[in-house]
């Protein structure tokens, strides 16, 4: 009896006082103590962390290919805007396909409903859009003091820096380098040495040019390459002439001279490939060459890791002065002067050339370096690409007035079709041209 008294006393003793420290810890955010003889009291504040400010942002971005890298990349951002600013971010990102892409922006820019953060090609669009009021200066933002000179140019409207720069390319055509080296082959530097090196692959059976129509933006690339050399080497001013009206594809109608070549030696049924089964097909060796930038190489390595890819000028005529690799700052990333969430906007421009991620973001994604906070080995086929560049073969990326690339990839597509003759390309874009300069006034 005794033993059972003892054993309650002690339990309501410990239940006593574990009561009074969960009153103590739970009810009050202050805590009153007495020590000794109750003279000295001591008061401790109990801080309550803020709620987390909640903020979406709209990011439309146009390359699906790369949707992995872009949705770990943005979680990394949010766990930083959590951690330094306690702002919970939410990112809504559109990536649409590359065919559909600029004229779905276009829309929504012209209709008051623009994302926050958006995709251009600095180059060929920048202009435009800045003349229309839909890109933010960007000068002040903590990346611009790092972009290396040449890529901060091309993404700058009056003086002013509109965009993160994301791909800074030195391009050409792609070929497969153990096809060229088992067949003895070099990449040829003019038209006859073009024509030499296709006689000698179909003599091995293989296939010169993979071909993938489906999505226009690929073919059209065969003007961008062509046009450059030609324009750059041989025509210097018309651009200048034909935004004055001064001038005609008919003065730089030679373009079809490898763009014939290509065509009438490339793979069977191109309308049904597209980029993804194209880089399969290349990746297989398929074909020798193929008319593409670097941008692809995630994707044909993805297929084939010990793939040995080539990049080199397309010759344009049997000058080689004319063969030229393209330099130029395509994709970048814009922020929206009506965004509602203007700073978080800007966080994240700032955060695709971060100090400490970017280098990573930029390796996985294969692109140049574009800023000094850069720091990652350059792949091969780049530096391919830049010893060319260094020799003074090379030129930056023509800039067409608004709606002209477009166009040129719809009639590519007819002309390979022969749905399209050369005049009918050179009429169509001498018009499109001319509108696209009277709207633009």
């Given at each position: 009896?005794?033993?059972?008294?003892?054993?309650?006393?002690?339990?309501?003793?410990?239940?006593?006082?574990?009561?009074?420290?969960?009153?103590?810890?739970?009810?009050?955010?202050?805590?009153?103590?007495?020590?000794?003889?109750?003279?000295?009291?001591?008061?401790?504040?109990?801080?309550?962390?803020?709620?987390?400010?909640?903020?979406?942002?709209?990011?439309?971005?146009?390359?699906?290919?790369?949707?992995?890298?872009?949705?770990?990349?943005?979680?990394?951002?949010?766990?930083?805007?959590?951690?330094?600013?306690?702002?919970?971010?939410?990112?809504?990102?559109?990536?649409?396909?590359?065919?559909?892409?600029?004229?779905?922006?276009?829309?929504?820019?012209?209709?008051?409903?623009?994302?926050?953060?958006?995709?251009?090609?600095?180059?060929?669009?920048?202009?435009?859009?800045?003349?229309?009021?839909?890109?933010?200066?960007?000068?002040?933002?903590?990346?611009?003091?790092?972009?290396?000179?040449?890529?901060?140019?091309?993404?700058?409207?009056?003086?002013?820096?509109?965009?993160?720069?994301?791909?800074?390319?030195?391009?050409?055509?792609?070929?497969?380098?153990?096809?060229?080296?088992?067949?003895?082959?070099?990449?040829?530097?003019?038209?006859?040495?073009?024509?030499?090196?296709?006689?000698?692959?179909?003599?091995?059976?293989?296939?010169?040019?993979?071909?993938?129509?489906?999505?226009?933006?690929?073919?059209?690339?065969?003007?961008?390459?062509?046009?450059?050399?030609?324009?750059?080497?041989?025509?210097?001013?018309?651009?200048?002439?034909m935004n004055k009206g001064e001038a005609s594809y008919k003065d730089v109608a030679d373009i079809f001279n490898i763009i014939d070549i290509?065509?009438?030696?490339?793979?069977?049924?191109?309308?049904?490939?597209?980029?993804?089964?194209?880089?399969?097909?290349?990746?297989?060796?398929?074909?020798?060459?193929?008319?593409?930038?670097?941008?692809?190489?995630?994707?044909?390595?993805?297929?084939?890791?010990?793939?040995?890819?080539?990049?080199?000028?397309?010759?344009?005529?049997?000058?080689?002065?004319?063969?030229?690799?393209?330099?130029?700052?395509?994709?970048?990333?814009?922020?929206?002067?009506t965004s509602k969430n203007k700073e978080v906007a800007l966080d994240l421009a700032n955060y695709i050339l971060d100090e400490k991620d970017?280098?990573?973001?930029?390796?996985?994604?294969?692109?140049?370096?574009?800023?000094?906070?850069?720091?990652?080995?350059?792949?091969?086929?780049?530096?391919?690409?830049?010893?060319?560049?260094?020799?003074?073969?090379?030129?930056?990326?023509?800039?067409?007035?608004?709606?002209?690339?477009?166009?040129q990839a719809k009639l590519l597509q007819g002309y390979y079709a022969k749905t399209t003759t050369k005049e009918d390309f050179i009429k169509?874009?001498?018009?499109?041209?001319?509108?696209?300069?009277?709207?633009?006034?």
């Open positions: 009896m005794k033993k059972a008294l003892h054993f309650g006393m002690v339990l309501a003793t410990v239940l006593t006082v574990t009561a009074g420290c969960g009153s103590n810890s739970t009810s009050t955010s202050t805590s009153t103590s007495t020590a000794g003889n109750g003279n000295a009291q001591s008061t401790t504040a109990v801080n309550t962390p803020a709620p987390a400010k909640k903020v979406e942002l709209k990011v439309f971005m146009s390359f699906p290919r790369f949707k992995d890298q872009f949705d770990k990349y943005f979680e990394q951002f949010k766990a930083k805007e959590m951690q330094t600013k306690n702002i919970d971010v939410t990112i809504k990102l559109e990536m649409p396909n590359p065919d559909q892409a600029k004229q779905i922006l276009q829309t929504r820019l012209a209709s008051s409903d623009a994302p926050d953060l958006f995709t251009l090609h600095a180059v060929a669009d920048g202009p435009t859009y800045y003349k229309a009021g839909y890109l933010s200066d960007l000068s002040s933002q903590p990346f611009v003091n790092q972009l290396y000179d040449g890529v901060k140019k091309t993404v700058t409207q009056d003086g002013k820096v509109v965009a993160a720069p994301l791909e800074s390319l030195e391009w050409g055509y792609l070929y497969n380098k153990k096809i060229f080296n088992d067949l003895g082959l070099k990449a040829p530097q003019t038209l006859d040495e073009m024509k030499a090196v296709v006689e000698k692959l179909k003599a091995n059976k293989v296939v010169p040019f993979e071909l993938s129509f489906q999505e226009s933006w690929i073919p059209q690339l065969m003007t961008a390459l062509s046009l450059g050399g030609i324009v750059t080497s041989e025509h210097p001013n018309w651009i200048d002439k290509i065509m009438q030696n490339g793979t069977a049924k191109p309308f049904e490939v597209g980029s993804a089964a194209g880089s399969t097909d290349f990746a297989n060796g398929k074909a020798a060459m193929w008319v593409q930038g670097p941008w692809q190489s995630e994707a044909i390595l993805k297929v084939n890791p010990n793939f040995e890819l080539g990049v080199a000028p397309l010759p344009v005529s049997n000058d080689p002065k004319g063969t030229m690799i393209n330099l130029s700052t395509s994709t970048s990333l814009a922020v929206s002067p970017s280098s990573a973001l930029f390796e996985q994604l294969k692109f140049n370096p574009v800023s000094k906070v850069h720091q990652f080995k350059s792949l091969p086929w780049i530096d391919e690409a830049t010893s060319y560049a260094s020799k003074g073969k090379s030129y930056q990326d023509l800039s067409l007035p608004n709606g002209v690339t477009d166009e169509t874009m001498d018009k499109t041209w001319a509108n696209a300069i009277k709207n633009n006034k």
